[in-house]
């Protein structure tokens, strides 16, 4: 691939297994923003945000996003890399950007399945099913607006990948 991949969408939406799957499909290198943070700082997205605040959660993850940028292929972003202006049109011009796009009910529902793996703080404190609700509400904007393509997520995982990469025009690997 010429181009790095950004994998943007809400918290749940399957950046993370989308990336995994369509790296290992396509034979690309694969990077989380998220993953590549908590290695830089050794500490934990909650960690990160209890000690320096959303505020400093979000430089670092501007830097994070810089930083892998030069290494990867496949990038899977945190849900709320598109909230700076900066972050948005980096990806747009380094790269091809997809959004994985699900309904609030469907993310909601995969996260209270999941609670282990979800090790990011609530933003609101709330139930999950209402945050998914106004978390689009305020994003879904922005992640159409920055997006290249929009891809169904609401599909199996399997053909998530096989539609991002035809319409990438990506080959199977092996
Ligand atoms: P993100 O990285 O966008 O927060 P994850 O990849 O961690 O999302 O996925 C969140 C949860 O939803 C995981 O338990 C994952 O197995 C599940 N999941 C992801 N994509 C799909 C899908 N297309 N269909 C069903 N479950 C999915
Ligand atoms: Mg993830």
Same mark, same amino acid.
């Given at each position: 691939?010429?181009? #790095? ?9 399957? +950046? ?24 830089? $700082? ?23 996003? +810089? ?39 469907? =993310? ?6 999941? #609670? ?25 904007? =922005?992640?159409?607006? $920055? ?19 035809? =319409? ?7």
């Amino acid at each position: 691939m010429a181009l #790095p991949l950004y994998l943007i969408g809400a918290r749940g939406c399957g +950046k993370t297994t989308i990336g995994e799957a369509l790296a290992e499909a396509s034979g690309y290198a694969f990077t989380d923003t998220d993953r590549h943070l908590q290695q830089a $700082t050794g500490r934990s997205v909650a960690e990160i945000v209890a000690a320096e605040g959303w505020e400093g959660f979000r430089r670092r993850e501007t830097a994070s996003l +810089k930083a892998v940028t030069a290494a990867s292929s496949v990038i899977a972003t945190g849900g709320g890399m598109v909230l700076a202006a900066e972050n948005r049109q980096f990806m747009r011009e380094h790269g091809r950007v997809i959004y994985l796009q699900a309904r609030a009910d469907v =993310l909601a529902s995969r996260l209270e399945a999941y #609670p282990i793996q979800d090790q990011r703080p609530t933003l609101t404190g709330r139930p999950v099913a209402d945050e998914m609700v106004e978390v689009l509400a305020s994003r879904e904007a =922005l992640y159409r607006e $920055t997006a290249h393509y929009i891809v169904n997520a609401m599909q199996t995982p399997e053909r998530v990948v096989s539609e991002i990469m035809a =319409l990438l025009c990506l080959a199977r690997a092996g």
